[in-house]
C-alpha cells in the first residue's frame, strides 16, 4: 500500500467524520448522518471523475471508499457526545485529507491532459466539493465561500504540482511536496487565523 | 410492455405530481413547477446513469420520461386546488414507485457490476436523489434526511436484491421480490408512523 | 472566430459577472466571488455536457471558459462600487448570453440525436443550470423558478430551433434566428415587466 493511499483513507476518514458531525448537530437521523459523511468524504472525488469522464467513479470501484464512510458515520452517531474533544485532532486529519485529495484530482486531471487551470480547478474540487454538498444538503450558504483560507492552500498545492509537473520531477517528489504544502498552509492558517479579503 | 415499465411509468407520475405540489405550494409560476416535477421524477435516474456512464441518461434515450412529468406538472399546476383530495392515494402510488426505482437501479448498478454496497446505493440514490433535488431547489433541507423511515425501505429491498441474485434466483423472482418489499415496508410505516433514531 | 464564438463569449462575461456581483453582495471572499461567477459561467454548459456523455466538459477543452470568469470575478471584486452604473448594460449582455447558450445546447443535443423535448430542455438548462446553480449556492430558492419569464424566452427559442432543424434549414439561418428569439423576448420581458401564471 502506497503512502498516497494511506493518506487518501485518512483523509476519507476525516471528511466522513467531519460530514457525519454536521449531521448529528442538525438532528439527523442515522440515514441523514450516512449520507452527510459519504457525500463529505467521497463527493469531491465523484464530481471529478465526473467531469473527466472517468465512469464509473473511484468510489464505485474500489467499495473501500464506500465502506470507511458508512463505518466512521455510525461511529459518529453512536458515539458523538464524547466526540467534542477529538475536533482539534480531527482538524489536523482534515488537513492531511485535503493535501492529499487536492494532489490526487490535479494530477488525475493533469495525467487525462487537461490545461493548467483545469488541472489546479480539479484539485480544488476534489478538496472541497464533498464539503460544499454537506453544506447545501444542510442548507447552508457554504463555509468555503464564506470565512475561511481553506480554498487558498488548495489553490496554491494544486497550482505547485502543475509547476513541478511542467518541470518534469518525478512524482515521488512533486506530489508529497504540493501536497505538504497545503498540509502546512491549513494548519498555519488555522493557527493564525488567516483569512481571505472580503468585498468592501 | 412489461410489468417492471408499467409500475416504473407509475411512478413516474407520483414522483412528478409530489414534486409539482411542493413547487405550486411553494408559489412557483409554470416553470418551476415544470422543473420541480421534472427533477423529482427523473432525478434519481439521472444520477445513477451519469455516475455508471450510460449516457446519455434513460430520460434522454426514451422521451416518455420527460412528456410524462410535463403532462403531470401542468395538470397539477392548473387543478392543484381539488388536490388535496388525492394526497393520500399519491402516497400509495409514490411507494410503487419507490419500490421499483430502487429495484430498477440496485439491478442495472449489478449489471454494471459494480460491488454490493454500490449496488445498494445506486438503488437508494434512485429512489431518493429526485426528492432530495426537489428540496435542494426549494431551498429546505432534505426531508428523507431528517423525519421519514423511507431510505430504510430502500437500503432493505436494495440488499434483498443484491442477495437474491447473488443466489442467482431469475430475475422474474427476484425484482419484484425485492420491489414488493420496498413497497409493503413503506406502506407500514406510514401507516405506523415509525421512524429512525435519532443521535442524542 | 465566428459571429457563434464572440458572442458566446459575450455570454461568459456576462453570466461571470451577474454571479461575482451576487457573490460580492452576500459579503463572500475572493474565493466564494471566483467560485459563483464560474459556475454561474460554465455550470450550464458543463451540465449539459456531463448529460449527452461529451466529456470532459467545453471549458476544460477550452481553457478561455475557464480565464474569463476568474478575470471578470476578479474585475468585480475589485471595482464592485462603481458597478451600480453597469447593471442596465449587463442585463443586455446577460441577454445576449442567454440567446446564445440556449441554440449552442440546443443544437449540440439535437446534433447528438436526443429526441425534440431533450433538446429544447438541454438547450433550456444551457442557458439557465448556471444561475440555478449560483442561487442554491447562495442558500437561496432559485430565482428563475420563482420570478420572471426568462425560462419561457429559452423554451421559445429552443422549440424554434428544434422546428427550423426539422425543416433543414442551414444552421447559419437557423441557429441567429433562434438565437435572436430569445435575445429580443428577454429584453420585451424586462422591458414590460412580463410574468408567467401563478398557480392560485
Redesign the interface.
Known amino acids: 500500500m502506497s503512502l498516497l493511499y494511506l493518506l487518501d483513507l485518512i483523509g476519507t476518514v476525516a471528511f466522513a467524520a467531519s460530514g457525519a458531525l454536521a449531521?448529528?448537530r442538525?438532528?439527523?437521523?442515522?440515514?441523514?448522518?450516512w449520507?452527510?459523511g459519504m457525500v463529505t468524504a467521497i463527493g469531491g472525488g465523484?464530481l471529478r471523475d465526473?467531469?473527466?469522464?472517468d465512469?464509473?467513479?473511484f468510489?464505485?470501484r474500489n467499495?473501500i471508499y464506500?465502506?470507511l464512510p458508512?463505518a466512521v458515520a455510525s461511529l459518529v452517531?453512536?458515539t458523538?457526545r464524547r466526540l467534542p474533544k477529538i475536533e482539534r485532532p480531527l482538524l489536523y486529519l482534515d488537513a492531511i485529507g485535503l493535501g492529499t485529495f487536492v494532489v490526487i484530482g490535479t494530477g488525475k486531471?493533469i495525467a487525462?491532459q487537461?490545461?493548467?487551470?483545469?488541472a489546479v480547478?480539479m484539485g480544488v474540487m476534489t478538496g472541497t466539493a464533498g464539503g460544499?454538498f454537506r453544506d447545501?444538503?444542510?442548507?447552508?450558504?457554504?463555509l468555503?465561500?464564506?470565512?475561511e483560507i481553506y480554498?487558498?492552500a488548495c489553490?496554491f498545492g494544486g497550482a505547485l504540482l502543475v509547476m513541478l509537473q511542467k518541470l518534469q520531477l518525478p512524482d515521488n517528489l512533486s506530489l508529497p511536496s504540493a501536497a505538504a504544502s497545503v498540509i502546512i498552509l491549513r494548519l498555519l492558517s488555522i493557527n493564525y487565523n488567516w483569512?481571505?479579503?472580503?468585498?468592501n
Open positions: 449531521g448529528v442538525r438532528e439527523m437521523d442515522l440515514f441523514g448522518v449520507v452527510l465523484t465526473l467531469l473527466l469522464g465512469l464509473p467513479p468510489c464505485l467499495e464506500l465502506w458508512v452517531f453512536i458523538h486531471a487525462f487537461t490545461g493548467p487551470l483545469g480547478l460544499v447545501i444538503l444542510s442548507n447552508e450558504v457554504p468555503i465561500m464564506r470565512r480554498a487558498s489553490i483569512s481571505l479579503p472580503k468585498a
